[in-house]
């Protein structure tokens, strides 16, 4: 499995999602049209499994008709996955969108009988869940198929840009607080490896010394909540534009406890797919002092 960037396209008909689509063809994207939405997370999946595809691009709207009820529990299912993806939603005014069906002559499939306005109206009802939980929106209506592909290129590349890289860092407090730390973990209250005698000599690198850490459940509680509030914030810090964060966890030494919460804390970030390193800055200096 690789990492994917994968984008996810909808919005109101008529608003130019296929122009949309076309415009990420041409940057080098997978680009898939009206699959049932039930088939999203089977279709992540086989895009991760491929050698050849890494960014792959998703058209889902109401032409799915029953299908598309189950869009919102796809999008749920391939976060459960572990898969990120960024959702475009484009949509313009009525005025613009019942002249584009008038100029041609195709029927709004909300409306194959009645009224352009009306159809509308109930498709942005439909929508609605999915605009809010939309990254970028944008309203087409006065741009040019030309001007469109450049907003979407200038957000892809923002998006890439703005991507978080995460380092984790094991330390030891009697070595020194890192000074490029954003958050500060303390782990000294964890059971302390260093008091049993055949642990003593390995680190946290080593199977034993992570099992004896990890088997205690006040270890095993301290990482739920930790790794839930890290998947609180670190949304907010990619939010927001960071390019870096680094997380230190702290032990006495920065041999034991701190270097396999620090593990463990980087192996559950690295599941959404994002950036991150493992650095260890005291345990080889805390086996030479030993």
């Given at each position: 499995?690789?990492d994917l960037?994968?984008v996810?396209?909808?919005?109101?008909?008529?608003?130019?999602?296929?122009?949309?689509s076309r415009?990420?063809?041409?940057?080098g994207?997978?680009?898939v049209?009206?699959?049932?939405?039930a088939?999203?997370?089977?279709?992540?999946q086989?895009?991760r499994g491929?050698?050849?595809i890494d960014r792959?691009a998703?058209?889902?709207?109401?032409?799915?008709?029953?299908?598309?009820?189950?869009?919102a529990q796809a999008?749920?299912?391939?976060?459960?996955?572990?898969v990120p993806?960024?959702?475009?939603?484009?949509e313009a005014?009525?005025?613009?969108?019942?002249?584009?069906?008038?100029?041609?002559?195709?029927q709004?499939?909300?409306?194959p009988?009645?009224?352009?306005?009306?159809?509308?109206?109930?498709e942005?009802?439909?929508?609605?869940?999915?605009?809010g939980?939309?990254?970028r929106?944008i309203?087409?209506g006065?741009l040019?198929?030309?001007?469109?592909?450049?907003?979407?290129?200038?957000?892809?590349?923002?998006?890439?840009?703005?991507?978080l890289?995460?380092?984790v860092?094991?330390f030891?407090f009697?070595h020194?607080?890192?000074?490029?730390?954003d958050?500060?973990?303390d782990v000294?209250?964890?059971?302390n490896?260093q008091?049993?005698p055949d642990?003593?000599?390995?680190?946290?690198?080593d199977?034993?010394?992570?099992e004896?850490?990890?088997r205690?459940p006040?270890?095993?509680?301290y990482?739920?909540?930790?790794q839930?509030w890290?998947?609180?914030?670190?949304?907010?810090?990619?939010?927001e534009?960071?390019a870096?964060?680094?997380i230190a966890?702290?032990?006495t030494?920065g041999?034991?406890r701190?270097?396999?919460v620090?593990?463990?804390i980087?192996?559950?970030?690295r599941?959404?797919?994002?950036?991150?390193?493992l650095?260890?800055?005291d345990c080889?200096?805390?086996a030479?002092?030993a």
């Amino acid at each position: 499995m690789h990492d994917l960037r994968l984008v996810v396209i909808t919005g109101l008909s008529g608003a130019g999602k296929t122009a949309a689509s076309r415009a990420l063809e041409d940057v080098g994207f997978y680009v898939v049209d009206n699959l049932p939405p039930a088939l999203i997370p089977t279709f992540a999946q086989l895009c991760r499994g491929s050698a050849d595809i890494d960014r792959a691009a998703l058209v889902i709207d109401i032409r799915g008709r029953e299908f598309f009820a189950s869009a919102a529990q796809a999008l749920a299912d391939l976060e459960a996955a572990g898969v990120p993806f960024r959702m475009l939603f484009l949509e313009a005014e009525d005025d613009v969108l019942i002249q584009r069906y008038k100029e041609s002559r195709r029927q709004h499939p909300m409306a194959p009988h009645g009224r352009i306005a009306e159809g509308i109206a109930r498709e942005r009802a439909q929508l609605a869940p999915l605009r809010g939980r939309a990254n970028r929106v944008i309203d087409t209506g006065g741009l040019r198929p030309g001007e469109l592909r450049t907003r979407l290129q200038e957000w892809l590349h923002a998006e890439a840009a703005a991507r978080l890289r995460v380092t984790v860092l094991s330390f030891g407090f009697k070595h020194g607080l890192p000074p490029d730390a954003d958050l500060v973990l303390d782990v000294r209250f964890l059971p302390n490896p260093q008091y049993v005698p055949d642990l003593r000599p390995h680190s946290g690198r080593d199977r034993e010394v992570a099992e004896y850490v990890l088997r205690w459940p006040l270890t095993v509680r301290y990482l739920e909540l930790t790794q839930g509030w890290l998947d609180f914030l670190l949304p907010h810090y990619e939010g927001e534009g960071r390019a870096e964060l680094v997380i230190a966890v702290g032990c006495t030494g920065g041999r034991h406890r701190s270097v396999v919460v620090a593990s463990s804390i980087a192996e559950h970030l690295r599941a959404p797919g994002r950036m991150v390193d493992l650095v260890h800055r005291d345990c080889d200096r805390a086996a030479a002092e030993a």
